[in-house]
């Protein structure tokens, strides 16, 4: 496959997914559209995926190719069938632009915390093998608030309602990370959106604590994620 990944944060990248894809051969292009890299065509490309940022997917003025990426998105998984995978504000925005809304969140979640599985989600091919209770990284303080039309969610939890959701039966996304790597915390800490979250949700100074917590986790994480990666392939594939 050749993946086309639109990224909002050049430390927020496709994390240990790369190693899977490295290993099977895929082959992947970024686009950083904070730093004004422009859309390129589909046309080429075998699937997409859509990374987390600090932005929101309403701070259109601020940040106004938001809009576009929105079009891009719903034309490559609406019109055009592509696989499509999404993290965080790539979930959300997969969301808004099928017709779902997000929304700031009432309770932000930052830290290691535990999702559940829904009936649709224990079921599926996408959380195959996975427990149907877990523990991931959050680090969101918007919510999708209302999903699509054709959307199935398969996992939430008490903060979050649609913490996983699939549109279809070619696109997958995830409001939790499973993409991290031993260097993710202090990375996204290093951004300042991320940083004032981390310290309003759980304390100033508390990143090493959740740099540990990750790091005494980041086995089973990176297991779940190879998990993900297999169970997506196998989901989107065409039969």
């Known amino acids: 496959m050749h993946i086309l990944v639109l990224q909002h944060e050049r430390v927020e990248h496709p994390g240990v997914f790369r190693d899977f894809l490295k290993e099977d051969g895929h082959t992947w292009d970024a686009v950083e559209l904070d730093e004004g890299e422009p859309l390129p065509s589909i046309d080429g490309y075998d699937a997409l995926w859509v990374m987390g940022g600090p932005m929101d997917t309403w701070q259109e003025d601020e940040h106004p190719w938001l809009k576009e990426e929105k079009a891009f998105i719903r034309n490559a998984v609406e019109e055009r069938g592509l696989p499509y995978l999404g993290l965080c504000l790539g979930h959300q925005l997969l969301a808004e632009a099928l017709g779902g809304k997000v929304e700031p969140a009432k309770t932000p979640e930052i830290g290691v915390l535990e999702v559940q599985l829904t009936e ?44 996983a959701m699939k549109w279809g039966t070619r696109a997958f996304s995830t409001q939790f990370h499973v993409e991290i790597e031993a260097d993710t915390v202090h990375n996204w800490n290093n951004i300042p959106e991320y940083a004032g979250a981390l310290d309003k949700a759980i304390g100033k100074g508390k990143v090493t604590e959740l740099e540990a917590a990750c790091a005494e986790r980041m086995e089973t994480f990176n297991s779940m994620a190879e998990r993900l990666y297999i169970n997506w392939l196998q989901a989107t594939a065409r039969t």
């Open 120 to 163: 649709a989600g224990a079921s599926g091919v996408f959380f195959d093998g996975v427990p149907e209770v877990f523990e991931c990284l959050q680090w969101h303080s918007a919510e999708v608030t209302a999903i699509p039309a054709g959307t199935q969610v398969l996992a939430t939890s008490p903060a979050c309602a649609v913490q």
